[in-house]
């Protein structure tokens, strides 16, 4: 594999941007410039290592060797690159729909927002591009840290308190839980590189394996896996681009993506069907699907609703690893993507719905699909590919999903993502039907159109667009996934 | 017993500063005026100090001044003189000794300047007022 | 080989400067502070030629007055020697750089007073580094120790009390140590680090007398690095002291006290001594080192004061280094190693930043911190990568050590000192982002700034620039642990590991 400047270049520029965005402080105009150009770069160079990844190849980058046999690199691979397309992608979007955003509602400290904003990307593609499990842990402590001022944006108790959540569910499970699985690792096998077929093959026994995927899979809080999904729904005080990218595409996907990584290249799913560890996957994830979905049903608050929908959601990825098939390993990878793209809409509107209306309860928003024509269809098709329907991206990963499961013989867990799916269905329909068919108390739909801003509506527009040409065209996350699941 | 009896004799010397060092570390720790602590923590040092002169001294040894015909002719006799070294580093000892005592005195003064007592009960009470 | 006296001038010219200092600071004070810089500078310029010397060359030694050893003092400068000197040097001369400015608004007409005594110091530790014979060493030991009294009791309020009792248990650890030294030369008849090395392994059955030696050692060295539950001096000296002394004396009196615990430990005695002939003290000592850390931790999370929890915190990180040493391991040691060079950089940084928020808030309570990353950001920045380091969040150099300890402690098998380590991160987590939260969040009572931006209003430059090279190098250090490792602590383990 060639060494390559680029994969440190894609996670650096972000971070640099920091710099220059911070500098046109006092001149908004400049500052959000940086940010699109930023972004615009990022995808450039991410896309721009694609072709090399889909011919098998790739590169790598050492910035430096600090513990024997574990530098701190980067290595572009077909997972990596599959997170990091999405994750550069929705970012580009976020950052357009941001600037609406926070400008039509005047927001303080915009500066620190769009810096905080360009640190966590870079630290989400030093996760995608991660060689190995320290430089993970590295880049996934820093997205911890640089989202901490964009969960507290809005500096009052409620913020205050959420932060602390916040903080103490992902560092704390990280330091507790993570780091010492990671030196075990360590100890036993002396590397702790991303293997195809894992590391840990014939280093660890039926116990000790099992105890180190429960502490990963629990380190990992970010992938939201019940008990430790508290964090989630506080962490919705933030600015709704926060949640809906953050909360929606980066951090959770880093937690998922996290766990997906140590399942295939640490433990290697040879050694989890030997040791039958498979089982322990599917049945957290099984718990958290069925709970989250039944928490969501009773939540009037939208965002915190589109929350527990992403925790339930998040664990289908990884019930979907936890199959051991190939079937079922395709659909948990191919959900990262159709759930960042649907879930990513749901929030955008959420966001525009907030902006033109004030509005952020489900009681309050009878009729007003009428008034926001755009974003309720958004909404609508987005709500349609979570809970796996067809013409839509959602329906390809449930549909290899339950292939893996009845692949595998079990058939509990076709029940698990049917029942989960119809839940899906029970708390997404009510929120359209009330927009479009509900009587408005205020003035009974008769305020004509008042969508959100345009720089809103664009991203939302472009994102929900993306979760059907997802079903149409899904080539590439096969093709790339394809290389992960069978190399 | 009779043994036991015959080493404290034999080393009485050596009882003595243990003794000496106890009746140091006692006032350093139990005494709550803060002169007294002082003292003690001379008693202390002066019990090592006088452990190690001990430990230079031989019976019947001369000073250890030579005179260079007579080494010359006859070489040392090692048991005819006390051991100079320990002496001699205690002269830095007691130097550092007497520094440390200084800048004790020194803050001592400042404390009673302060709060215009030494003991240190009720020290403790002004600064909690 | 001029090299061979680089490190004299090194020593020296702090000492010199000193003497200078309190001579011709009579003349008048504009030359105090080009007398400060201008002998830091020097000792720095000597540590970094005698570091790069025997990265190249290796260890050698020097014999003052050319009194050969073992009758004269010998200086040897070793890999781990040269390290110190470095470390010593470079931090010195970034505290003095913030001291520069809060000594001036702390202690206007006391300045000559205080930095004579700073400038003693650090030759006291410059030299404590270097020295290869034990006696001197207990010397240097109360050269740097008297120094650091003198200082503590220039601060304000309580300090003189906090420093008298300082001297009481300084005194103590210092008359221990001297009676070790006492026992081992009555049985050996040298006080030369290399000679006693060689002679202690041939002294047979005079074990038990031995042992009072060692034991004497290690408590009385114990004593003067507040090892728990030693430690009681420590807290109140550290909270007391003027800010101008706290960034010298908190990065670096305990981490020298543990580098001579290294020198007595290997360099007189022997890891055969310690770890072979008398097994379970080894078992006895990590386990304090455990209770330690977690006591430490915990009482660190009672404090309502910057300065004072961060003295506990140093409490909690000289379990680590002895925990670290004593597990007997060739990682662990390295970690403890690594960590004494770590632990330095980011007390330095942390307590930079205490003086730099003092300065400008008249205190370090936490209530005076409200709002804080507003109208000091680079300061709070860097106090922020500080405290990542403290918890261990890659990569600052802090997690580096920490992972060198906690591989240790597991091939030992020290699953409490295990424990302890990952306990006392979390609480760290705890302390610090406790910090950032009422500085991230403005004052509640700032009804009238209504949340708009309050002035930006930095600590001087002279206090800043030290902190934010500090704080880069939390980092750069990080990053350059492999090499770090490789070059310098490998070879600072003593034979056999």
Redesign the interface.
């Known amino acids: 594999m060639e060494t390559s400047f680029w994969p440190l270049a894609a996670v650096l520029i972000s971070l640099l941007g920091a710099i220059p965005i911070v500098l046109s402080d006092r001149r908004p105009n400049l500052r959000e410039a940086w940010t699109v150009l930023i972004a615009l770069g990022k995808f450039a160079i991410v896309a721009s290592l694609l072709p090399s990844v889909l011919e098998g190849g790739g590169c790598r980058f050492t910035?430096?060797?600090?513990?024997?046999g574990v530098?701190?690199a980067l290595r572009v691979d077909a997972m990596g690159m599959y997170f990091a397309l999405v994750a550069s992608f929705l970012w580009f979007c976020t950052s357009v729909y941001s600037i609406g955003y926070m400008r039509a509602l005047n927001e303080?400290d915009q500066t620190r927002y769009f810096a905080s904003f360009a640190v966590a990307i870079s630290a989400t593609l030093g996760v995608a591009f991660s060689e190995n499990l320290?430089t993970l842990?590295?880049f996934y402590?820093m997205l911890s840290?640089s989202t901490y001022?964009l969960v507290?944006h809005k500096?009052d108790a409620e913020a205050?308190s959420a932060?602390?959540k916040y903080?103490t569910y992902l560092?704390?499970s990280s330091?507790?839980l993570t780091?010492?699985a990671m030196?075990?690792i360590?100890?036993m096998t002396g590397t702790l590189d991303f293997t195809v077929g894992g590391i840990l093959a014939g280093k660890a026994d039926a116990s000790t394996a099992s105890i180190l995927l429960v502490l990963l899979v629990f380190g990992f809080a970010k992938a939201a896996v019940m008990p430790l999904h508290g964090w989630l729904p506080a962490a919705m005080v933030a600015p709704t681009p926060v949640s809906s990218f953050l909360h929606g595409v980066a951090v959770v996907k880093v937690g998922v993506f996290s766990i997906l990584r140590i399942v295939f290249f640490v433990f290697g799913t040879g050694l989890l069907a030997d040791l039958n560890l498979g089982a322990v996957l599917t049945a957290l994830a099984s718990v958290t699907i069925i709970g989250a979905s039944l928490v969501a049903l009773t939540q009037d608050n939208l965002k915190r609703r589109l929350a527990y929908s992403t925790i339930g959601q998040l664990s289908y990825m990884i019930l979907g690893a936890g199959m051991l098939t190939e079937a079922g390993m395709t659909g948990g990878l191919l959900h990262l993507s159709m759930h960042a793209f649907g879930k990513i809409t749901l929030f955008l509107c959420a966001g525009a719905i907030y902006v033109a209306a004030h509005k952020s309860n489900i009681s309050e928003m009878d009729g007003l699909g009428r008034r926001m024509p755009v974003t309720y269809a958004a909404f609508f098709l987005a709500s349609l590919s979570i809970i796996g329907m067809p013409p839509l991206g959602g329906f390809l990963s449930k549909w290899s999903m339950v292939v893996g499961a009845i692949d595998g013989g079990r058939l509990v867990l076709v029940a698990v993502i049917l029942v989960s799916s119809l839940l899906n269905a029970a708390y997404f329909f009510p929120i359209v039907y009330r927009g479009f068919f509900a009587r408005d108390a205020e003035d009974g739909g008769e305020g004509g159109i008042r969508e959100a801003p345009v720089l809103c509506l664009i991203p939302l527009g472009v994102s929900a667009l993306f979760c059907l040409v997802l079903f149409l065209w899904p080539t590439l996350a096969l093709q790339l996934i394809q290389r992960v699941v069978s190399p | 017993m009779e043994t036991l009896l015959d080493e404290i004799v034999a080393k009485y010397n050596y009882w003595i500063y243990v003794v000496l060092m106890m009746i140091g570390f006692y006032a350093m720790i139990g005494k709550s005026n803060l002169v007294k602590k002082l003292i003690g923590m001379n008693i202390f040092q002066t019990a090592i100090i006088l452990m190690f002169i001990s430990a230079g001294v031989k019976k019947g040894g001369g000073i250890p001044i030579l005179d260079k015909q007579a080494v010359l002719e006859r070489g040392v006799e090692a048991a005819s003189i006390v051991n100079p070294l320990p002496h001699v580093l205690m002269l830095t000892a007691i130097v550092v000794a007497v520094s440390v005592t200084g800048v004790a005195l020194a803050i001592l003064q400042r404390i009673h300047g302060q709060f215009g007592t030494l003991e240190e009960d009720e020290i403790l009470e002004k600064i909690e007022r | 080989m001029s090299f061979l006296n680089l490190h004299m001038y090194g020593l020296t010219a702090p000492l010199v400067g000193a003497m200078l200092l309190y001579a011709a600071g009579r003349l008048g004070s504009r030359i105090t502070l080009p007398i400060v810089f201008g002998s830091l500078s020097i000792s720095l310029a000597a540590s970094v030629l005698v570091f790069a010397e025997v990265l190249h060359v290796g260890p050698f030694s020097y014999t003052v007055g050319n009194w050969e050893p073992p009758y004269g003092i010998e200086l040897v400068v070793d890999h781990l020697g040269a390290l110190m000197i470095l470390l010593i040097s470079s931090v010195s001369l970034a505290a003095a750089l913030s001291s520069s400015r809060s000594v001036a608004a702390d202690l206007h007409e006391r300045r000559r007073p205080f930095f004579t005594l700073y400038l003693i110091l650090i030759a006291g530790l410059y030299g404590l580094a270097l020295t290869g014979d034990a006696f001197n060493l207990y010397v240097l030991l109360e050269i740097t120790s008297i120094t650091t009294y003198g200082l503590i009791a220039l601060g304000r309020g309580r300090a003189a009390l906090s420093s008298f009792n300082y001297i009481v248990m300084g005194s103590i650890g210092a008359c221990f140590y001297l009676l070790g030294i006492g026992y081992l030369y009555i049985l050996t008849g040298t006080l030369n680090m290399a000679d006693l090395h060689r002679i202690i392994p041939l002294l047979d059955g005079r074990g038990a007398a031995l042992a009072t030696a060692f034991a004497f050692l290690m408590v009385g060295l114990w004593i003067k690095m507040a090892f728990f539950p030693l430690h009681v001096w420590l807290p109140n000296a550290y909270t007391d002291m003027p800010d101008g002394a706290a960034v010298l004396i908190a990065p670096l009196m305990t981490k020298v006290t543990i580098f001579l615990m290294i020198r007595v430990m290997f360099s007189i005695f022997s890891p055969v001594y310690e770890f072979i002939q008398h097994m379970g003290v080894q078992q006895t000592i990590v386990g304090v080192a455990a209770v330690g850390i977690v006591c430490a931790s915990a009482m660190a999370l009672g404090q309502r004061d910057l300065r004072r929890m961060l003295a506990y915190i140093i409490i909690a990180e000289v379990g680590y280094m002895v925990g670290g040493l004593w597990l007997a391991n060739a990682k662990g040691m390295t970690g403890a190693i690594l960590h004494i060079v770590n632990d330095a950089l980011m007390t330095l940084c942390l307590f930079l930043a205490a003086a730099a928020i003092a300065h400008r808030c008249g205190g370090m309570e936490f209530d005076r911190l409200q709002g804080l990353t507003r109208r000091m950001p680079l300061t709070m920045a860097a106090f922020i990568v500080g405290a990542l380091s403290m918890i261990g969040v890659p990569p600052t150099c802090g997690f580096f050590s920490k992972w060198y300890l906690l591989l240790g402690g597991i091939e030992a098998g020290q699953w409490l000192y295990v424990g302890a380590l990952i306990f006392s991160s979390l609480v760290n987590a705890v302390l610090f982002f406790r910090i950032i939260e009422i500085a991230f969040f403005p004052a509640a009572a700032a009804g009238d700034h209504g949340g708009g931006p309050q002035t930006v209003r930095e600590a001087p430059q002279a206090m800043l620039q030290p902190l934010l090279v500090s704080a880069a190098a939390l980092i750069g250090v990080g990053l350059a642990t492999g090499p770090i490792v490789e070059r310098v602590v490998r070879f600072a383990l003593p034979v056999g590991f």
């Open positions: 910035l430096a060797e600090v513990v024997p530098p701190i303080h320290l842990y590295l402590e840290l001022p507290t500096q205050r932060g602390r903080l560092l704390g330091v507790a780091l010492p030196i075990l360590y100890t």
